[in-house]
């Protein structure tokens, strides 16, 4: 678990260390990784390394898996938090549905509540949505000032297609950007440890209206770099990924950038009042909403403080321990199960006097 990777991994290190600061004892646990699990890179968050998955079924107290639905018995119902959309492929289908069936499920936005609702074929009620936060160093990162005229642009995601990074190479050349020299651009490496990061990442060093600079490792350098641009863009990909909510977007608020994302998924539900959303997929939508965003000139302070009230990580894990405090649901797979025995109960006979004459009628139920 790599710090800068994803937001999976800052999300859940944020809630560890979040739920630790308020006496309720939390730890990360890996499996087959040793101490090699990514411990190093957060120095201050109990790890706790398993041989074996089967083992994860004797740990005591609460258990939530991320992500990865496996099918592991737990002592008591265990939680699984969903940060990706559902998968596409038929076998990895099979996979998901089989290992949500006794899990309760929990999501990060409404959008990802219903779309794997539809996916499961449960009702949307039955999945809790507990929203990602930004760490309190984004609010809190001081803004160098900066050159009067000059917008700098940001792409903070992974290098990955479904982060619309190939949108962003596009938008580079439509003439509304690629001849205003008042515009940086600036991506970063993150995701360039995985094979197509390192093709993605020496198209980028190739462009000469791109630079790209190391990733960032923790939430304090990461809001530094933020802080030091003015305007974020995330043209998420929605043919075949749809971003179930997207933290960069409110982190990036927190900062006090404005944001351009597209109109997909879950983005729209992390705004903060410095978002402008385009049509996905469209490097001619990206382009304006990018001059939109330069039109607009950088965010108040009342409108950063306005951001930064919102989507907090206590704001976070106390939902998280409410989504626990509740009675247990009932899985999926516990629902089905009764329904199937109902349907095959043989039917009581119910034996009622209904009419005058005291004719018998035997009603069948």
Not at 288 to 300: D, E, K
Not at 345 to 364: G, H, W
Request: aromatic share 6%; with cysteine.
């Amino acid at each position: 678990m790599p710090a800068g990777t994803g937001g999976s991994e800052n999300y859940t290190v944020g809630q560890v260390r979040e739920l630790n600061r308020q006496g309720v004892p939390a730890q990360v646990v890996t499996v087959g990784l040793d101490a090699d699990d990514g411990r190093s890179e957060f120095n201050d968050i109990p790890f706790r390394s398993l041989a074996t998955l089967s083992e994860v079924g004797g740990l005591d107290g609460t258990i939530v898996f991320v992500n990865e639905p496996h099918t592991v018995p737990t002592k008591q119902l265990s939680y699984l938090i969903l940060h990706n959309p559902p998968p596409i492929r038929d076998e990895q289908k099979a996979f998901a549905v089989r290992g949500t069936r006794n899990r309760a499920l929990i999501v990060t936005s409404r959008y990802a509540a219903a779309l794997w609702a539809r996916y499961l074929d449960v009702d949307v009620s039955t999945i809790n949505v507990v929203y990602p936060f930004a760490e309190p160093c984004f609010a809190e990162q001081p803004r160098p000032d900066t050159s009067a005229g000059t917008t700098r642009v940001l792409f903070a995601g992974r290098l990955s297609p479904e982060k619309g990074v190939y949108t962003l190479l596009e938008t580079l050349h439509i003439d509304i950007i690629e001849q205003d020299v008042a515009l940086t651009f600036t991506a970063t490496t993150a995701g360039a440890d995985k094979p197509q990061g390192k093709i993605i990442e020496r198209l980028l060093g190739a462009h000469p209206g791109i630079s790209v600079v190391t990733s960032r490792k923790t939430p304090a350098t990461m809001a530094a770099l933020m802080a030091d641009h003015d305007v974020v863009v995330m043209p998420s990909n929605s043919q075949y990924w749809h971003e179930t909510f997207g933290i960069v977007s409110v982190e990036a608020q927190h900062s006090g950038c404005r944001v351009i994302a597209s109109d997909d998924g879950g983005l729209p539900e992390t705004d903060c009042g410095g978002v402008v959303l385009v049509e996905p997929d469209n490097a001619e939508a990206l382009a304006w909403g990018i001059r939109a965003a330069v039109a607009s000139g950088p965010l108040s302070r009342a409108a950063r403080q306005d951001a930064a009230a919102r989507f907090t990580v206590k704001q976070s894990v106390n939902a998280l321990l409410n989504v626990f405090a509740q009675p247990a649901p009932i899985p999926p797979a516990t629902i089905i199960r009764q329904l199937e025995e109902q349907v095959l109960a043989p039917s009581a006979k119910v034996a009622t006097t209904s009419r005058p004459d005291n004719v018998l009628i035997e009603t069948a139920v």
